[in-house]
């Protein structure tokens, strides 16, 4: 919720700024200037002192730059809070995803992300319904304030329930540390699995950005929605990628443990394809019906892209291969609304093209997909990590 209320509150904001399309991009990108920042130095302090403390820390961070980003009163102020509050939130993901290495066996650890990944689009999706209210009864700033208390009492329940690992033991079904640290993050990000996962999240997450960051956007200018009802239809995409995340990662455990790409092709193919259909769409209802069932099958895909650094590189290396593959993913997450305001602004709000624009990110994101050679290290497969072998 606290990344995404940005997205609903950005017209309001640039009514009372004054900003053209490209500055109401460059408000919405400079969140991924600190948080692209943080996802490698992230995983490699996740990587030596373990998830807990420093998930806690992040928590209070980025919470405490919510509540900042309400009292902001000029745009050059704006954006160093954005910046501020990405590298506060920057090192969780990679942390977030070290903890799931640490807890969960490989034919778990798709459906465990999943989860986790489903969560935060369940925050995604609720964001638009509780900010228009807002909005209408006491105005943009008071959505960033309303969110301070709840996230400082989600820290204290983290503190409380997540650990490092489960028990001594460090780990549960997996490697032993020093196994991982024998092939070290270096040799990690030299593998092309790991480079392929870079480059097709990289075009995926400039188009999905391009989608998550706009719609409320679109329907509220482009559409002609009124406040509360573009809260609640931009809310109905979001909760089927939270769907789609949840249902992908059981997917890629049961059916495709040692070829986890076909899940991510097929959804980007797929999603492709429905992009162009809510483009020519007759009304807001049918584009939102379609980009319901576009964020569907592209968040299958991006569960896919975020289980593989888990099981491609043994754990105590977990937390540097994902902090690589998200600070590519991010650096695109940072691109893609700068990308789409200037479009914006040299088609004359033209969100038509916009989706075209997506349909061949999209697609270009499915060929790199294609590219992925996922290993399958003996080692691996004889011990209780549960991952069947190629010839399985």
Not at 149 to 154: D, F, K
Not at 155 to 166: M, N
Not at 283 to 295: D, H, K, N, R
Request: positive net charge; charged residues 10%; contains cysteine.
């Amino acid at each position: 919720m606290d990344r995404m209320v940005i997205a609903t509150a950005i017209p309001f904001i640039a009514e009372d700024f004054h900003l053209s399309p490209l500055a109401m991009g460059g408000v919405l990108s400079a969140f991924f200037v600190g948080y692209s920042a943080m996802q490698i130095p992230g995983g490699l302090l996740a990587d030596r002192f373990g998830p807990s403390r420093l998930m806690t820390a992040s928590i209070v961070g980025w919470s405490c730059f919510t509540a900042l980003t309400g009292t902001a009163n000029s745009l050059p102020v704006l954006l160093t809070i954005r910046v501020l509050f990405g590298l506060s939130e920057g090192p969780f993901p990679p942390t977030a995803s070290k903890a799931v290495a640490l807890w969960f066996p490989e034919r778990e650890v798709g459906r465990a992300n999943g989860i986790q990944l489903a969560a935060v689009n369940v925050g995604a999706a609720i964001a638009p319904v509780l900010v228009a209210p807002l909005i209408v009864a006491w105005g943009w700033r008071s959505v960033f304030y309303s969110l301070l208390i709840p996230g400082l009492a989600v820290t204290l329940f983290v503190r409380a329930s997540v650990k490092d690992a489960p028990g001594p033991v460090r780990r549960v079904g997996h490697l032993s540390e020093t196994d991982g640290r024998a092939t070290g993050v270096l040799q990690a990000l030299k593998m092309p699995a790991v480079f392929w996962c870079s480059a097709t999240l990289f075009f995926a997450n400039i188009a999905g950005w391009a989608l998550m960051n706009w719609l409320p956007t679109y329907l509220l200018q482009a559409r002609g929605f009124a406040v509360t009802r573009m809260g609640v239809f931009a809310s109905l995409p979001f909760l089927a990628g939270a769907f789609g995340y949840f249902l992908g990662g059981i997917i890629s455990d049961k059916y495709f443990s040692v070829r986890r790409k076909i899940p991510i092709v097929f959804g980007l193919i797929i999603g492709g394809g429905v992009t162009y259909l809510a483009a020519v769409s007759p009304s807001g209802e049918w584009a939102v019906a379609a980009l319901t069932i576009v964020f569907f099958f592209l968040f299958i895909s991006l569960g896919g892209i975020f289980t593989l650094p888990l099981v491609l590189v043994p754990p105590a290396a977990v937390g540097g291969a994902f902090g690589l593959v998200n600070t590519v993913g991010q650096i695109a997450a940072f691109l893609s609304p700068l990308l789409v305001g200037y479009i914006l602004n040299a088609t004359h709000n033209n969100f038509t093209v916009i989706f075209y624009y997506v349909v061949g990110l999209v697609l270009t994101a499915a060929c790199a997909a294609m590219q992925i050679r996922q290993p399958v290290f003996p080692t691996q497969a004889s011990t209780s990590r549960g991952c069947l072998s190629a010839d399985d």
